[in-house]
């Protein structure tokens, strides 16, 4: 409007267009920006960037029994809804059951990741 106001007055100002359009697309862009970024993870299926990776392996490793994390994978498929998928070694003798319950509980309690696939394999 302002553009159109200002060639009305002062036909020979014909490049306020053009430069009411550029500004008006900074502006567009600068207000999507966020909502860009976050579709762009949600495409790539990158880790979401409120969780550490390494935090969690660290926290699933000190549970009792857990020897070790591998296979983690942690992606986002809407915003705010993440998945988790991990390989859980833990101690021939360990119980199985409660190890799965401790670490599901622990990565739903910590990082509020309610789904997830644990696989868990003995040494």
Known sequence: MTGAAIIWYNPNLTIVDPICTLLF?????????????????????????????????????????????????????????????????IRRDGNAEMVLDKVVDYIRREYKISHVTIQIERE
């Open 25 to 89: 697309s900074i502006i567009v862009f600068y207000t999507t920006i966020n909502i860009l970024r976050d579709i762009l993870d949600v495409l790539m299926e990158s880790t979401p960037r409120e969780i550490d990776a390494m935090r969690l392996e660290n926290g699933l490793c000190a549970i009792d029994e857990v020897v070790a994390i591998h296979e983690l994978h942690i992606w986002a498929i809407t915003v705010g809804k993440v998945l988790l998928a991990c390989h859980v070694k």
